[in-house]
């Protein structure tokens, strides 16, 4: 079966840190990854998403960035946090041949 | 542009029914889904629709009417572990064949005893 893990589960930094946020998938091979944030009171809102290695699309410009070195892993990062980057973040994944996205348990970060 | 409307709480009793509205507006209609988050935790898929009309799951029912641009989801026989928020995402098309979840903001639907 397929798993997805995410690290860390939470994440208190200050402004100006850098940023790592994990993502690996199990179980299956070729998947599109995405990585959202939800902000308090604010729906899904996708970051980036990627079909395959090295093949990063964003969706929102921002100082955050992604990178998929590995079929199963997607790394999201920032040079520099910000106060308003704070929010709960949300690796997914589906597979080629299916249309419903599945979940990590995310990451709860808090910026300070 | 790209909209879609869920109320924003709703509340019902246990044992009842209880029906979340979705409408939207969007280019590129591609499929619409209904997941679930509990507080603090991922969303977890509940249903895709993509032809008008009912699925059915289980104590759970998700309706569509691409030509009324609406959905809903029909919760029946509620628990208290369906105090939640329900999630309405539509996929879209986009140029190169891309596709793209719109998200709406959730209704947090409280069951009480």
């Known amino acids: 079966s397929q798993t997805i893990h995410q690290w860390p589960a939470t994440l208190v930094q200050p402004v100006g840190s850098p940023l790592s946020l994990e993502c690996t998938v199990e179980g299956t091979s070729n998947p599109n990854l995405y990585w959202y944030r939800q902000a308090a009171g604010r729906g899904l809102q996708l970051l980036f998403y990627?079909?395959?290695?090295?093949?990063i699309s964003s969706e929102v410009p921002q100082n955050l960035s992604a990178s998929r070195p590995q079929d199963r892993q997607f790394i999201l990062s920032s040079k520099k946090l910000l106060l308003s980057d704070s929010g709960f973040y949300l690796c997914?994944?589906?597979?080629?041949?299916?249309?419903?996205?599945?979940f990590g348990p995310g990451t709860r970060l808090t910026v300070t | 542009g790209q909209n879609i409307d869920q109320p924003t709480e709703m509340t019902a009793t246990e044992g009842a029914i209880v029906q979340i509205n979705c409408t939207y507006q969007t280019s590129g209609f591609n499929g619409l889904f209904w997941y679930q988050q509990h507080a603090g935790e991922a969303p977890t898929f509940l249903s895709y629709?993509?032809l008008d009309g009912l699925e059915e799951k289980g104590r759970f029912s998700s309706f569509l009417s691409r030509s009324k641009g609406y959905s809903y989801l029909l919760l029946k026989e509620l628990q208290m572990k369906d105090s939640a928020s329900y999630l309405c995402?539509?996929?879209?098309?986009?140029?190169?064949?891309?596709?793209?979840?719109?998200w709406g903001l959730g209704t947090s639907l409280a069951v009480n005893p």
């Open positions: 995402a539509v996929r879209v098309l986009r140029a190169g064949n891309n596709r793209k979840l719109i």
């Open positions: 990627s079909v395959g290695i090295g093949q």
């Open positions: 629709n993509v």
């Open positions: 997914a994944w589906n597979p080629m041949s299916s249309y419903e996205q599945y």
